[in-house]
Nanobody, 122 residues
């Protein structure tokens, strides 16, 4: 069982930056690939980024955030991060972190957090 708690969301102006954090419980965090997803009103949840179970391993990004976002993890702190720069109003969404034993770019993750709201004003 893995419990995930996101933080770091908020209101930011377009062009600004935010760093989202996702703290995981349990000693098995290092076994899980981690992903970030987002969902805005009226839209389906979409993939944002994912990282393999070890820091420095493969990472994947959605085209919409590639070059503006960086996913990273600290297994000693049981935490995964999403650094987002040059934010745009279309980045406004609830952001979720998720854990999977398999590195994925789809939503078939095993555990999910409750989400953190990111609002980008124009």
């Amino acid at each position: 069982q893995v419990q995930l708690v996101e933080s770091g969301g908020g209101l930011v102006q377009a062009g600004g930056s935010l760093r989202l954090s996702c703290a995981a419980s349990g000693r098995t965090f290092k076994n899980y690939a981690m992903g970030w997803f987002r969902q805005s009103p009226g839209k389906e949840r979409e993939f944002v980024a994912s990282i393999s179970s070890w820091s420095g391993g493969p990472t994947y990004y959605a085209d919409s955030v590639k070059g503006r976002s960086t996913i990273s993890r600290d297994n000693a702190k049981n935490t995964v991060y999403l650094q987002m720069n040059s934010l745009k109003p279309e980045d406004t969404a609830v952001y979720y972190c998720a854990a999977s034993l398999v590195l994925r770019t789809t939503g078939n993750y095993d555990y999910w957090g409750q989400g953190t709201q990111v609002t980008v004003s124009s």
